[in-house]
Structures are given as structure tokens and as C-alpha cells.
């Protein structure tokens, strides 16, 4: 089984930045999928970028394209997500998310990959 631990959320400002990481241990080789999933109050768990270790692929949601990256470091079991010029509406718990099998959904937000593993998660709010 894959361990996750999720660090880096907070309080920040509209317009500013923030970098989650979450730190992967146990049976890490079976996992080929690791992204984020997020969940704000009163609304549904939904993907928010992904990567894949078999073909490098990467996909977001469309509303934060262009404002959030997600990378991999896989000497350190480590994957990160940059979020710029965050808003409001990007107010939620993160969830960093893994599985071994790399399977695409299809949501009103574009694209999203299937997880069968989550860590506990950590709070970003986006607030004045």
C-alpha cells in the first residue's frame, strides 16, 4: 500500500501562490498515477491535475490551466503542485491522490484521471 502526506496549504490572499507537496512511501513503484483531487465545502471531489509516470502525460482542469502545475520528482517520491494567481473559488482541501492503473475520465472540466488512493489532506483558502 502507498502512504500519502500532503503539506504546504494555508491562507493566502487572492492573487497569490502556494505550493502543495506530498511525499509518497511504501509500495511506490506500483503506483503510475499521482495528481490532486480537491473538495470544497458542499460540493463534490473533483480531480484537479494529474500526472503519469508511463507516458509523462500530465492533464488539468480547465479552470486552473494556465495558473497550476503539477511535477514529479520520483528520486524523492515527491509530487508537487505549483498554484498561481489563486482565487476564492480555489478554496478547499487538497487531496493528494495515487493508483496503478491509468484510466481517463472525461468531466465537464476536461479531462481527469481515476484514483483508488488518498492521503488526509491539507487546507488552502483564498481569502481577503
Known amino acids: 500500500q502507498v502512504q500519502l502526506v500532503e503539506s504546504g496549504g494555508g491562507l493566502v490572499q487572492p492573487g497569490g501562490s502556494l505550493r502543495l507537496s506530498c511525499l509518497a512511501s511504501?509500495?511506490?513503484?506500483?503506483?503510475?498515477?499521482i495528481g490532486w483531487v480537491r473538495q470544497a465545502p458542499g460540493r463534490e471531489r473533483e480531480g484537479v491535475a494529474c500526472s503519469a509516470r508511463s507516458d509523462g502525460m500530465t492533464y488539468y482542469i480547465d479552470s486552473v490551466k494556465g495558473r497550476f502545475t503539477i511535477s514529479r520528482d520520483n528520486a524523492k517520491n515527491t509530487v508537487y503542485l505549483q498554484m498561481n494567481n489563486l482565487q476564492p473559488e480555489d478554496t478547499a482541501v487538497y487531496y493528494c491522490?495515487?493508483?496503478?492503473?491509468?484510466?481517463?475520465?472525461?468531466?465537464?472540466?476536461?479531462?481527469?484521471?481515476?484514483?483508488?488512493?488518498w492521503g488526509q489532506g491539507t487546507q488552502v483558502t483564498v481569502s481577503s
Open positions: 491522490a495515487t493508483s496503478a492503473t491509468y484510466v481517463l475520465v472525461t468531466t465537464p472540466e476536461g479531462e481527469s484521471c481515476e484514483f483508488d488512493r
Open positions: 511504501g509500495s511506490t513503484a506500483d503506483v503510475d498515477v
